[in-house]
């Protein structure tokens, strides 16, 4: 095999189902031993690999493996996540332009929940002077905050990831028993079947947290995450109430805001 990822490379979840889109790109046709002996895990795994990646509608399951989808649009796929320079780099107008609407639906006195992510990020800066009251999982927007106007709140968890972030069963716990007016969540991605995906199932169990505990759910996604999937499922479009990006969306997640009847403000 030339992947340099070896039978002796311990591999996370998403890493085989790089190598298995990266194989079935290259030869057509992936095989269940074939790739187990590759991933040096158990066939059983493969198939729970290759299954999640046909329901997120990746490849078609095949007797043995798995080929490509037969059609003409294809998602593009983030198994990966960017390091943060890299977040904050990207999109950098867009997100200031997006951060600066949510802000402008934010008024005194509120109590809303912020998500991690660069734009959420850009949102904490802009509320540095308002009196309102943050909920937040990301320990660096706590921080930026800490000696700002908002009164500032972290739940109880484990610290993980790059960014870090609170994650866990203790803090989805916590998040559950309160009551947001609005949560501002980000993601990787919103597929053309209105699902919005993240990097981290941790991350992901958050956002749903957020999402049930809040009266409305503000997704801010700048256009470059249009008919991107990753790997953890965070909700569908009908679960938020309003959108804010940098342009229309295209068919057939237009229509499908629409149908769900979400607010969809393009930032200027």
Not at 71 to 92: C, F, G, K, N, Y
Not at 116 to 128: K, P, Q, V
Not at 192 to 214: M, N, P
Request: charged content about 20%; overall charge neutral; glycine content about 8%.
């Amino acid at each position: 095999m030339s992947h340099s990822m070896g039978t002796h490379v311990k591999m996370n979840s998403a890493q085989r189902q790089g190598v298995i889109l990266g194989d079935m790109k290259a030869s057509g046709f992936v095989s269940v031993p074939m790739l187990a002996e590759q991933c040096g895990v158990s066939e059983m795994t493969v198939r729970r690999d290759l299954d999640r990646l046909a329901e997120f509608g990746l490849l078609e399951r095949m007797h043995g493996g798995a080929a490509p989808l037969r059609r003409t649009a294809i998602a593009r796929v983030d198994l990966v996540e960017p390091s943060l320079d890299m977040r904050h780099l990207a999109q950098a107008p867009q997100k200031l332009a997006i951060a600066r609407a949510a802000a402008r639906i934010i008024t005194p006195g509120q109590t809303i929940a912020l998500d991690i992510g660069t734009t959420t990020g850009r949102l904490a800066a802009e509320l540095a002077n308002t009196a309102v009251s943050i909920y937040t999982t990301s320990v660096r927007i706590a921080a930026s905050l800490a000696s700002a106007r908002p009164m500032v709140y972290l739940p109880g968890g484990l610290v993980a990831g790059a960014e870090p972030s609170i994650v866990g069963s203790r803090a989805i716990a916590h998040l559950r028993q309160l009551n947001f007016e609005i949560a501002f969540l980000g993601a990787s991605g919103l597929s053309e079947g209105g699902i919005l995906f993240d990097y981290s199932l941790e991350d992901a169990e958050v956002k749903r947290a957020f999402t049930e505990a809040a009266q409305r759910v503000v997704m801010l996604l700048d256009s470059s995450k249009f008919n991107r999937v990753s790997v953890a499922r965070i909700c569908s479009v009908a679960q938020i109430d309003t959108l804010i990006t940098d342009c229309m969306p295209p068919e057939p997640i237009r229509s499908l805001l629409a149908e769900s009847n979400v607010d969809v403000i393009i930032a200027e």
